[in-house]
């Protein structure tokens, strides 16, 4: 659903790269909030490992985007990660991840317009990430309190999340399109293949928060809250001592039982999850990509029938060594196309790990300040 140069005209190309800046600018402070709750107890102590995972989450996506699947006779859909990204590591941080590869994808690869960046993370990254995050928070108020939940929780929001993003980009083409076409036709077409094309998202997203659950359910930023807290009970079995006031003893009893701090629980590493993460986006984007459905996607579809891409412009990074996903003057189809998946993947954890271990240390950085002040130990 990447939109090209050309579909949006300018007021509100503008319009909307203004809103996706105000989006971003909040997204960054609400991340801080995300990752300084990471920590057991919520003080932050677990942040230094949730910024590389949300790197990685970022780079998890390019990689499954690229994996086109046919969704249609001559369409095709691809993941756009939003409801993934907000059940993962939140919803602010989820804005972040999605906009990182949405701009990556626009610089390096000549996906994406460059004037209409605000419009594609406005629709892909915005809307779909608050659409999927509110669906999804309903149901886990409504279904079962259980891990088990979440992956049922997640299929859905994904899948109300896509045909959403349909939605936006059809009100923001009725707004500035450059096309003379019939929105009506549009909404229908749109929203149609969107809807096949959510239930891939939603399988997706549901099998991968599923598998993260199965193995670190403590990294799922959708599934805090849903254990049961442990409860100290007395033992049944006690009895009062010889020449004792049973009267008391049972008083005594009966009153809870205060507890003691608890020790926080030792951290888990989370090298394995994240090398396991890198190494599947890597197969993904290297080798998996090359069997993906040549055909266009959901919007490419639409606009060539409904006539919506007669003024689309040209790239104007179309001359990028990595466009079109492929490496320049490599010759081999599958070796160009799997380098050039290897190296967004890498580009984009780089960027998108950087990014959060920013945002981490400048909490950090505020905290210790702020505890300089008022008197504490930075």
Request: proline share 5%.
């Amino acid at each position: 659903m990447h939109v090209p140069d050309g579909f949006i005209n300018a007021p509100v190309s503008v319009a909307t790269g203004a809103v996706a800046a105000v989006a971003v600018a909040v997204s960054l402070r609400g991340a801080r909030r995300e990752l300084e709750g990471a920590g057991q107890g919520g003080s932050g102590a677990g942040a230094d490992r949730t910024a590389p995972l949300a790197g990685l989450v970022a780079a998890f996506i390019f990689a499954v985007q690229m994996l086109n699947f046919p969704v249609a006779a001559g369409t095709s859909g691809h993941l756009l990660g939003g409801a993934l990204a907000a059940i993962l590591v939140g919803p602010y941080t989820g804005v972040l991840c999605v906009s990182v590869v949405l701009l990556m994808q626009g610089v390096l690869f000549a996906d994406g317009g460059l004037t209409a960046l605000g419009v594609n993370i406005t629709d892909m990254a915005i809307v779909t990430t608050v659409v999927a995050y509110a669906v999804f928070r309903g149901l886990v108020k409504v279904l079962p309190r259980s891990r088990r939940s979440v992956p049922v929780a997640s299929f859905v929001s994904a899948l109300i999340s896509v045909p959403a993003a349909a939605v936006a980009f059809t009100a923001m083409y009725a707004l500035g399109g450059t096309a003379d076409v019939s929105i009506g036709k549009v909404f229908t077409a749109m929203v149609g293949v969107h809807v096949l094309i959510g239930i891939g998202e939603a399988a997706i997203t549901a099998l991968t928060v599923g598998a993260v659950i199965a193995v670190r359910p403590d990294l799922v930023y959708g599934a805090r809250g849903l254990a049961k807290p442990l409860e100290l009970r007395t033992s049944p079995l006690d009895v009062p001592a010889p020449g004792t006031d049973d009267v008391t003893t049972a008083a005594r009893e009966a009153e809870p039982v205060a507890s003691a701090p608890a020790a926080p629980a030792p951290r888990r590493s989370v090298r394995g999850v994240w090398l396991a993460g890198v190494a599947t986006a890597l197969v993904c984007a290297g080798g998996i990509s090359y069997y993906a459905s040549a055909n266009p996607d959901g919007l490419e579809k639409v606009a060539h029938d409904q006539g919506i891409d007669k003024k689309t412009q040209e790239h104007a990074g179309k001359d990028s060594p990595l466009a079109d996903y492929s490496v320049k003057d490599i010759t081999n189809a599958r070796l160009s196309g799997g380098l050039a998946g290897v190296i967004g993947v890498g580009a984009t954890l780089a960027v998108g790990t950087g990014v959060f271990v920013v945002l981490r240390r400048r909490k950090a950085l505020g905290t210790g300040e702020a505890a300089d002040a008022s008197g504490g130990l930075v």
